[in-house]
């Protein structure tokens, strides 16, 4: 692997760090100072809504400046997120704490971005284990970040203060890394030079079954995994009473389950293709809401958000690996950016609804909405291999 892509894996590991802080104490914090019950996972539903918001604008600042400038800010972004999410927390302010997520999302929608300029490093039938290994960073976060999550909150007097500040510092060790980042130079452009929206129409693209099973992979599985993910520190802590430190193992679990297998992810879809890598990831998400709904001991919990994270992988890196080969150098930032937009979209209305949904209808609820999920991606998959048997696919 190239110089780029080493770099960007252990510029993930400290970025992605704030992200499992965040999912880790978000939840528990906001059942403490929300206004409504209702809105416990509102800090948490905030991060992702403002990573959907964030996309497009990240990738049209990264169209006219380069990657490396962009990538910079989005990890000073989140190190001021955690700066206000301290001051918020002192303050038990929730609107602010809120506020912080929006910020910190916006920074993970440039960290987004890595898996692609990765990729962009690499020949074409590389791509796949690029992004994967860039994905490797995010399984050193998740030990990182809960235990500073944890660590940091007994640190300080007022708890949970300390953990927003190793947020801060862990960020600005990613933007130290990003310094030493190679700006790609693509199709003989000068380094710097902005892009121009060449190539096909954005509809025409999207006309091919396979594209939409590339989106849909990335997409439904955040949707679900986001679902499930954001739901379980507060059912566990809050309504089962499992202790913060359970609670923290079974999300670091989760965590490491998610990057953990990009170890041999990159090697699966070039061995076995796309499409058995996402029946895959469908199978463990199966299995996740049958051991989920089995019992509600820490056991029950540890194994289910294992397989989640497992199936999360899967049917991310798929997808991830199936997006290049459906557009051309100068179609890449508005496919990447619709691509983002969808992930991120449906992860921000999955992260909205949990809170509402867990004390609505409760975890089995919860657990038995998702099914309908794992229903479309099946659909989708059908329909390509439909399409390619009745010639109707194209080169998209």
């Known amino acids: 692997m190239p110089f780029n892509v080493w770099l960007l894996m252990f510029a993930q590991a400290f970025a992605m760090s704030a992200t499992p802080m965040m999912m880790l104490l978000g939840g528990i914090i906001g059942a403490e100072i929300a206004p409504l019950p209702e809105l416990a996972t509102l800090p948490i539903a905030s991060m992702v809504v403002g990573v959907a918001l964030a996309v497009i604008p990240v990738s049209r600042l990264m169209q006219g400046f380069g990657r490396k400038p962009v990538f910079i800010s ?66 050193i976060a998740a030990v990182i970040g809960p235990e500073l999550a944890v660590l940091g909150s007994v640190l300080t007097e007022q708890a949970y203060v ?49 594209i939409w099973v590339a989106i849909a992979g990335a997409t439904l599985g955040y949707a679900m995994m986001s679902f499930v993910m954001t739901a379980t520190p507060l059912h566990m802590h809050h309504v089962e009473h499992h202790s913060l430190a359970d609670t923290k193992w079974v999300i670091q679990s989760h965590i490491i389950a998610m990057y953990l297998p990009s170890f ?60 290049p080969r459906c557009y051309s150098a100068d179609e890449r930032y508005k496919v990447q950016a619709f691509n983002d937009t969808f992930v991120f979209g449906s992860q921000a209305l999955a992260s909205l609804s949990a809170g509402w949904v867990i004390y609505q209808l409760g975890w089995q609820g919860l657990l038995l909405g998702c099914i309908p999920v794992i229903v479309v991606q099946l659909m989708l998959l059908a329909w390509w291999r439909w399409s390619k048997k009745a010639g109707l696919s194209k080169l998209c």
């Open 264 to 323: 041999i992810s990159g090697i699966l879809v070039g061995r076995i293709g796309v499409s058995k890598m996402m029946l895959i990831g469908l199978l463990a998400y199966v299995v996740t809401i049958i051991t989920a709904l089995l019992g509600r001991d820490l056991l029950n919990y540890w194994t289910a958000l294992v397989l989640l994270g497992i199936g999360w992988n899967f049917l991310f890196v798929a997808g991830t690996a199936l997006l």
């Open 162 to 210: 300390g953990a927003f500040a190793f947020l801060t510092l862990v960020s600005v060790a990613a933007a130290i890394i990003l310094c030493f980042y190679r700006e790609a130079k693509v199709r003989g452009r000068p380094v710097g030079e902005p892009v121009k929206v060449t190539g096909r129409p954005l509809a025409d693209i999207l006309s091919q079954p396979k």
């Open 74 to 139: 989005g990890t000073l972004l989140a190190a001021s997120s955690g700066t206000v999410a301290a001051y918020a927390t002192s303050h038990a302010n929730f609107a602010l704490f809120c506020c912080s997520g929006v910020m910190l999302g916006a920074a993970g929608a440039v960290v987004q971005q890595y898996r692609f300029a990765a990729m962009e490093a690499v020949a074409p039938e590389l791509a796949a284990k690029a992004a994967s290994r860039v994905l490797l960073g995010g399984l």
